[in-house]
């Protein structure tokens, strides 16, 4: 069965580094999305993508956020200058068809800012 | 503010009974409606969706029922397994957004 996979499942990282969280989205996809989850707490829209840019936004999403489809299979979501508060689990997804659309998740990468 | 929430952040069922998880949203604007599992360390499983000109859909071992007029939401398993154990999300979206919104999660705890 198809799948979003994401890369890396795991990162530490200093407090004001850069960090680029990976994705590859089914293939036949055309709608990308980054998500997050704080432990314990609920899925929090970020962003989402569609037709190489970004077609919607949240509060969250700062300007120390940036998406790129760098080519025809990779999607990525860099963090510019990561904060204590930035830990958690990020969640790429992606569907087929537009909104609303069954979206599929990948299995996460979780990030620890220290 | 959310729009989306669950009544009850934990449920405990025994094995072999049937779950029934609750979720109220605000959005009336709300067209479609989604389920998902998530188990430890997970992402998000899609489990059933319906849309808004739909009372119900069934899936297997899962239902879906929607209420708008009480702008409730409710996934209902059957004989519940272990396997079943998990937080469930509901989640919403609207037909011209390009998002889905979810609410807070209900852990659902098989007894054996």
């Known amino acids: 069965e198809p799948e979003v996979t994401q890369t890396p499942s795991h990162q530490v990282t200093q407090m004001g580094q850069e960090v680029i969280l990976r994705c590859v989205p089914i293939?036949?996809?055309?709608?990308f999305y980054w998500y997050r989850q704080i432990l314990g707490q609920k899925v929090e829209f970020l962003v989402s993508?569609?037709?190489?840019?970004?077609?919607?936004k949240s509060e969250i999403f700062d300007d120390q956020f940036s998406v790129e489809r760098p080519d025809g299979s990779n999607f990525t979501l860099k963090i510019r200058s990561t904060k204590l508060e930035d830990s958690a689990m990020y969640f790429c997804?992606?569907?087929?068809?537009?909104?609303?659309?069954?979206?599929?998740f990948g299995e996460g990468s979780w990030l620890t800012v220290v | 503010g959310e729009s989306v929430g669950l009544h009850l952040p934990t449920l405990s069922v025994q094995e072999g009974d049937n779950s029934i998880i609750n979720c109220a949203y605000s959005?009336?604007?709300?067209?479609?409606f989604i389920w998902y599992k998530q188990e430890s360390g997970k992402g998000p499983q899609f489990i059933i969706d319906?849309?808004?000109?739909?009372d119900k859909r069934q899936g297997q071992r899962v239902t879906v029922l929607l209420n708008k007029t009480v702008k409730h939401l409710s996934l209902q398993i059957a004989a519940t397994q272990p396997g079943d154990s998990a937080v469930y999300f509901c989640?919403?979206?609207?037909?011209?957004?390009?998002?889905?919104?979810f609410g807070k999660g209900t852990r659902l705890h098989i007894l054996p």
């Open positions: 997804a992606s569907s087929v068809a537009g909104p609303p659309g069954t979206i599929y």
């Open positions: 293939s036949n996809h055309l709608y």
């Open positions: 993508f569609y037709n190489n840019e970004i077609s919607e």
């Open positions: 959005n009336s604007a709300s067209d479609y």
């Open positions: 319906i849309r808004s000109n739909m």
């Open positions: 989640a919403e979206a609207m037909n011209r957004d390009d998002k889905i919104i």
